[in-house]
């Protein structure tokens, strides 16, 4: 898991709708964990993140090839180490003059690790009981996810991590508050998609995202 960024005191409040592009449920059941309709929130996450006006898809994996890796690379996971992270969904625009992306993925981290700033300006979030960081360039966020069946004993001794990167060329925007709590919470919400495609049965991220800045 990437550890990324810390300090505000405000608490940024987001009731956004998990929707797909074709239908009005969820991302988990969709083909694939990344569509995201154009007048949905967590496309002005993107938008607002990248700093553009329209943005394209780029699928890495289907929901269920996304789901079947994640079990594998559980299942292979060394003791004390992360596992594996699969790329999921790119989300990015090119004019010709400047490039903008966000990629997100997702594997498995061990219990000890943390979710803690690492340099000046980070931020470190709690997020309905989650822990979050954010910088202007990443964001992560580590889930406790209670798989069913033979892997319920491996799920429950470690995190589902999710790691997010924003890469800007040929410069990044100043990024404030506001836009790393951005980034947390565009975070959550599609780890929430993973969450549900795997069934985890406590479910972690069913709540609206309350993103709350921790010292």
């Given amino acids: 898991m990437a550890t990324v960024l810390g300090g ?3 608490v940024l409040a987001c009731v956004l709708a998990l929707t797909s592009c ?15 309709r154009a007048d949905a929130q967590e496309g002005a996450l993107v938008r607002g993140i990248l700093s553009v006006e329209s943005f394209e898809t780029k699928v890495s994996k289907s929901t269920s090839e996304l789901t079947d890796k994640m079990r594998f690379v559980l299942r292979n996971m060394k003791p004390g180490k992360d596992s594996a992270f699969n790329a999921a969904c790119t989300y990015g625009s090119t004019d010709g003059q400047r490039d903008a992306r966000a990629v997100f993925s ?20 709690d997020v309905n009981g989650s822990r979050a960081t954010a ?10 996810c209670d798989l069913p069946g033979d892997l319920a004993a491996e799920s429950r001794r470690v995190w589902l991590s999710a790691d997010a990167y924003f890469s800007f060329t040929p410069s990044a925007p100043a990024a404030d508050q506001a836009a790393k709590d951005r980034r947390a919470t565009l975070t959550y919400l599609m780890t929430r ?5 795997l069934a985890c049965e406590n479910k972690p991220l069913a709540q609206a995202p309350v993103v709350q800045p921790r010292p």
Avoid: H, M
């Fill in 8 to 10: 505000s005191a405000a």
């Fill in 22 to 36: 074709t239908s009005g449920g969820s991302e988990a059941k969709a083909a694939n964990p990344c569509e995201i």
């Fill in 106 to 125: 997702f594997g498995w981290s061990p219990r000890e690790a943390v979710a803690e700033p690492t340099r000046p300006g980070d931020s470190a979030y």
């Fill in 135 to 144: 910088s202007t360039t990443a964001s992560a966020l580590l889930v406790q």
């Fill in 193 to 197: 998609r993973v969450t549900e495609a």
